[in-house]
């Protein structure tokens, strides 16, 4: 069944952002990071939209922590949209969230390693909300086409293509800058996640990673000239429940942002 929803409109004027906590793992965490994104970015041409995870079914370990409730989690977003007026997107799992989520969020994302799996891309479509599909470590670019063709067949509002890096070797990623221009072949909006392309999956009990090369990876994607960057950001990353060693200090992310808007503005 699908759902009746005014669709989120990409302004192709901006650069689009997508930024927020790897997951919603507390309530004051996602007012902090929140009120700090949305002030910095009121003063960017850039269109901010609001990210965090209520759930985080793909764990290293079965240690790993998951999120402290699904409707918990959307309650404090919902809070965060209803206090600072900026859309949200959140990752489903399986079909029957689709409808869930979207009651509260903006965009639905497809997990990478999801990315395949139609009967999920279908339900998101179906609900009204834009679709972002993040580029699973495992396919080629060019696939990407087939997996947004699953999206508008269902009736996709607007459909988002992200890359987020290829497995090389056991545990670390890769970008070809190459899969960013394919995937712009589509015509759909192309967006780089700077943060987990710097990821080392599963290295220990959790997934590592190499913070330090987060700006140079987002400069070299909006040299290609991507659509939106994609990063998760955190007050303290050494405290964050998941992904601690790839998210960006919160302190740092206007920095980041306008480092990529003077490389996005120079190819303009």
């Known amino acids: 069944m699908t759902v009746t929803k005014e669709p989120l409109r990409r302004d192709a004027d901006r650069l689009l952002v997508i930024a927020g906590p790897c997951l919603a793992e507390s309530r004051d965490v996602l007012l902090r990071v929140a009120d700090h994104l949305v002030k910095i970015c009121a003063k960017l041409p850039v269109q901010l939209v609001f990210k965090a995870s209520y759930r985080k079914a793909n764990r290293t370990s079965v240690e790993g922590f998951q999120g402290v409730g699904d409707d918990v989690a959307l309650g404090w977003m919902a809070e965060v949209k209803r206090d600072f007026g900026v859309p949200l997107l959140t990752d489903i799992h399986a079909d029957a969230e689709a409808a869930m989520a979207a009651e509260v969020v903006d965009v639905l994302q497809i997990p990478a390693f999801l990315s395949r799996q139609t009967s999920l891309i279908e339900a998101a479509a179906r609900t009204g909300c834009v679709v972002n599909i993040k580029k699973a470590q495992f396919m080629a670019p060019d696939d990407m086409a087939k997996a947004a063709a699953k999206a508008e067949r269902a009736g996709a509002s607007e459909i988002w293509l992200t890359e987020r890096g290829t497995s090389f070797g056991y545990h670390d990623l890769v970008v070809d800058y190459r899969g960013l221009v394919i995937m712009k072949a589509t015509g759909l909006p192309v967006i780089f996640d700077a943060t987990h392309s710097v990821q080392q999956p599963s290295i220990g009990a959790t997934s590592g990673g190499k913070r330090e090369f987060i700006p140079y990876l987002a400069s070299a994607a909006m040299a290609v000239g991507v659509d939106g960057l994609f990063f998760e950001t955190h007050p303290d990353p050494s405290s964050a429940a998941s992904?601690?060693?790839?998210?960006?200090?919160?302190?740092?992310?206007?920095?980041?942002?306008?480092?990529?808007?003077?490389i996005r503005e120079a190819l303009r």
């Open 243 to 262: 992904d601690r060693e790839t998210q960006v200090p919160l302190t740092d992310a206007e920095t980041l942002l306008h480092r990529c808007l003077k």
